[in-house]
């Protein structure tokens, strides 16, 4: 019951919502957070939508890990994590913009 | 999205073996210290342990499982309560994860919800508190949903509830727990009892998504020690742990958010609301454990009309009525609060499994006892250290 599962809203009612967990697999689950679009993604646990999972966040969590290479990590080290977080980005930024 | 999500943090191994290495240098700098970070949330442990992330930490620093399990700390009291009403005719809809949670005690021939429905007992597995919502609408008879669960499940309930969609029929009891005091509780156990002290708190990323980072800077300052609030994934706990590493090399007591992709300093600000609307603090039992203050939840003002306590006399557990209530030998209270492990216990694995469950710890997925037995060991990092030779 404590997982939490990624979801994305297809309609918004007054306190449910319809999400889609991704292969047609849908739900109506409890609206529990108010900045919620359809369209967003969310986090559904135990059948309510908890919060708005920040794409712009997961992509300044990418920018933290390189940030941590970059205090913590020296020369060749650095510049290989940097290039791998490099990567995941542009996988983000081509990904997140076409469909999901 | 999602998928894309899981491919950049799960199985990006470059980058986890890369926070690894960060995580060495820094357990260098600590100048001989051995120093234990404690995790509050079931899903944490799982993580930790299905990619086997504790074979990735150096000699000195130990990853140690707190209070993350909800199910695991129901009191027996409930439990058979429960199955004393699903007996009795009343339909009791509970999670899947409580449908084998033993009682301390047989009642009416059954031990837990599983046997009871096998003995004539009504009792139905729901997905959620709505899906039993629906059920009781289609139904004529009384029902009773098991309120179990932490901050991240008060919404499930607390929402509908406010609604007042809720039929005449159904009833709840609520069983809910707050997890800041228990990792309070538990943080303090090991103080007392003498043993290495907890350096680190890994706070539980959705419990905080509701409740906000701010809770655990209260903890972190009153015990001088880091919290980091982490998300799920391996990479997720690795970066968690080499931040909560530098703050220990820094010596910075304060918290810090890495599961900034869902979660605020202030957290779900409505559902909070709602919830205080809904619900009142009150002490209450955790089992094995006894009374913990201010932790539980319990309906309050014209929403005890749904209290299924109230509703069916089902007694109050008080402190005064409170007994330890886990099986003989059984160690789940020392392992919820990390000062033990599953394999401390003689049952694990052996009289103990997750078909079998003696002990509540052995049954959730959350259930630190439960995630030992199906995934101990091995997982990715096993995989990384060997192709990197650690
Ligand atoms: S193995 Fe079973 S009996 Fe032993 S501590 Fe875990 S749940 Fe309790």
Redesign the interface.
Known sequence: ????V???VIKIG???ALVDF?GGST????????DVKEGD?V?V????I??????E??L???E??KE??VS??DGE?RR??EE??ER?KQ??GV??GGE? | MQKLELDALRYNREAAEKVRRIIWKLAGRLGGRTVKLMNFCGTHEWTTVHFGLRSLMPPNVKLVAGPGCPVCVTPSHYIEESIRLAMDGVKVYSFGDAFKLPALRRVKGARNLEEAKALGGSVEVVYSFLDAVKKARADDGEGVFLGIGFETTTPSYSIPLRSRQIPDNLFFLSVLRLTPPAADFAIKAALDRGLTPVQGIIAPGHVSTIIGAKPWKELAEKYGIPAVVSGFEPLDLLVSIAMLLKMIVEGRNTVEIEYKRLVTWEGNIYVQRVNSEVFQVEDAAWRGLGFIPESGLELKGEYRRYDAAREFGIEPLTREKWRYDLPAACKCADITLGLAEPTDCPMFKKACTPERPIGPCMVSLEGTCAVWARFGGGGLAEEIAREVGV
Do not use: N
């Open positions: 019951m404590c997982w939490g990624p979801a994305r007054e306190y449910t991704g739900r109506e689950v409890v609206l529990a957070a108010k993604l986090m646990h135990a059948g309510a908890i919060g708005r999972i920040s794409e966040e997961l300044s969590s990418l933290l890990y941590m290479a913590l990590a080290e290989e994590i791998y977080i995941y996988l983000l990904k997140s999901s």
